[in-house]
Each structure stands twice: as structure tokens, then as C-alpha cells.
């Protein structure tokens, strides 16, 4: 089986979106396509229209970084889309090992523990690896064993939680881009992407567009169904030496209605049963002898 063409795929996507007249082109006539031509990205970056065509089939996939980082220029990407573009050039051997299982530090567990706010750990897929009460308080779908991304396009509740689904569910196929970066052949992250590919038309449609976002902190609305419209601040802190690992935060403005509604939920849940939030779907179902559940990556 051939390996996927991440590079071709990102160069044609981005070609595809770039208006003529945006980089100085007088359009004459009707084009049957959207976007440039090959031949005019080529001319632009200054290379031959045969390599860039070689590099959208895939029958070149190491240019050199002057080259990718002279595309770049032309179809006017920021820092972020432009080291992603750098890092889908270096050629890697397709794994056949088993992947290892992910470690979630003990320290950062210890912290989930006891920090009073919406806490989890998060894998480069977007799986959650470990999560406090207080995260699947604030969103169900924050538990461990569940992949956020699939929950996202897959799960009416999930999606009745996000007023604005339509930008939410842009901004994670994009940070979803910048994490798996040049792995996106990855065996479970081809997995993930076909089976959502086939799901759901709108994951379809905005992942074509390799919209390439950094995993950075931002504002978040969330209707949650008691405690009505949370506005929140997210962060996200990468931990070191885990694989790529995250550790996501919300927290609202000191004194704010969501500020109360969070210490509301604090008390929920700390009466709630305890239960062990740090053990993921994969681990429940081996210690169980069972298989693993479908809702693993």
C-alpha cells in the first residue's frame, strides 16, 4: 500500500484556495478551477512547473527548506502553517511496531487531583488521557477513552454543548493539523481521519482545506445544560519528554457569572462518587479481559 501524500495534499489544498488577484495575476476568461494553476505557483516560487508538479503527486517529497519555505511566500501562509509545511518534507519510514501505551506523568495526575478547575491531559490525536471530575462536569465528553476530535463531529451532545460549533469544529480540525504534523500517516491517525472522513461531511469538508492552527490558549463559549452559557479561557501547556502530550486548562474572569457557575460545579463534584479518572478505555477494557471499545483511537 502507498503512503499518503501529506505534502501534495497541503501543496494542492493551499493552491487551491489562493485568489489570483491576490498575488498580482490578471485572470482572463473563466477558470474551470479554483485557486492557481500549477504552472503559475511555480513561476511565483521560482521553480519549474514539472517539479512542483512532481511534488503534488508525491514523486518528490524531501525539497529542500528554501523551496517549501518559497511556497510558503506564495500561497501566503503565517508561521504556523509554515512549519507545518516544513515539517511534512522529511520522508519516514511507515512504523509497524506497536505503538507504546501513553504515560500520563504522576505528577501532572497528582495535579488533576487537586487543582479547583477543569483539568485534562490530552494526546497529539486529541485522545483524553486523564481528566478531573470538575472537566467531565464541564463537558462529558471529557473523560478518558473518549477522542475529543471524534466526539466533536460525532456526538449530539457534545455538539449542543458549543453555540459556535461551526468556528469550534474549524479551530480543532486546524490544531488537529498542526499536531499530528508530518505523522499523519500514522496508522490511528489514518484510522480516525477515514472514519470521520465517512461519518461526517463537515470534518470532510474542512479537513481538505489543511487550515493548519497552533495549539495555543483562547476563549471559549460553552452552553452548558445547568449551568447555562460558560465563558471560559483555555490554555494549553505542552509536557515535556511525553510524546507531544497536553495539558489543558479553563478558568474564567475572577468574580464573572461563570466564575460562580465553576464554583458550583467544584461542589457537584465533590459529593459526586469518586472515580478513577486517570484510567482510560483501553486500560478498563484489558484489566476487564475484554476487547478494546469502539470509541478508542
Do not use: C
Not at 512549519?83 to 519510514?93: F, I, M, N, V, Y
Amino acid at each position: 500500500m502507498s503512503r499518503p501524500n501529506a505534502l501534495g495534499e497541503y501543496l494542492r489544498a493551499r493552491r487551491e484556495l489562493i485568489d489570483p488577484a491576490d498575488v498580482g495575476l490578471q485572470v482572463m476568461g473563466v477558470r474551470r478551477t479554483p485557486g492557481l494553476r500549477r504552472e503559475e505557483v511555480a513561476t511565483l516560487a521560482g521553480i519549474s512547473a514539472d517539479y512542483y508538479l512532481r511534488l503534488e503527486q508525491g514523486r518528490d517529497r524531501n525539497p529542500s527548506p528554501q523551496v517549501l519555505e518559497a511556497l510558503a511566500r506564495v500561497f501566503r501562509l503565517d508561521d504556523a502553517a509554515t512549519r507545518h509545511l516544513l515539517s511534512l518534507s522529511t520522508a519516514r519510514p511507515a512504523s509497524t511496531r506497536r505503538p507504546r501505551r501513553e504515560v500520563v506523568p504522576s505528577g501532572i495526575r497528582q495535579l488533576l487531583d487537586v487543582i479547583n478547575l477543569p483539568a485534562f491531559v490530552e494526546s497529539r490525536r486529541f485522545d483524553v488521557l486523564a481528566a478531573n471530575a470538575l472537566a467531565t462536569a464541564v463537558a462529558p465528553s471529557l473523560r478518558p477513552g473518549v477522542n475529543r476530535l471524534r466526539a466533536l463531529f460525532l456526538d449530539p451532545v457534545e455538539r449542543d454543548l458549543h453555540p459556535d460549533w461551526e468556528q469550534a469544529a474549524r479551530g480543532m480540525v486546524a490544531g488537529f493539523h498542526a499536531s499530528v504534523g508530518g505523522d499523519a500517516d500514522d496508522p490511528r491517525t489514518v484510522q480516525l481521519v477515514g472514519e470521520l472522513s465517512l461519518a461526517s461531511e463537515p470534518f470532510r469538508r474542512m479537513w481538505a482545506r489543511h487550515d493548519v492552527a497552533p495549539l495555543a490558549g483562547g476563549s471559549m463559549r460553552l452552553r452548558h445544560p445547568r449551568a447555562g452559557m460558560l465563558e471560559l479561557r483555555r490554555e494549553k501547556l505542552p509536557l515535556a519528554d511525553s510524546g507531544g502530550q497536553i495539558l489543558a486548562i479553563y478558568h474564567a474572569e475572577p468574580g464573572s457569572a461563570t466564575a460562580r457557575s465553576l464554583d458550583d460545579l467544584v461542589a457537584q463534584a465533590s459529593t459526586a462518587a469518586p472515580e478513577d479518572h486517570t484510567e482510560g478505555a483501553e486500560d478498563r477494557a484489558e484489566r476487564a479481559g475484554g476487547r478494546r471499545p469502539a470509541s478508542g483511537p
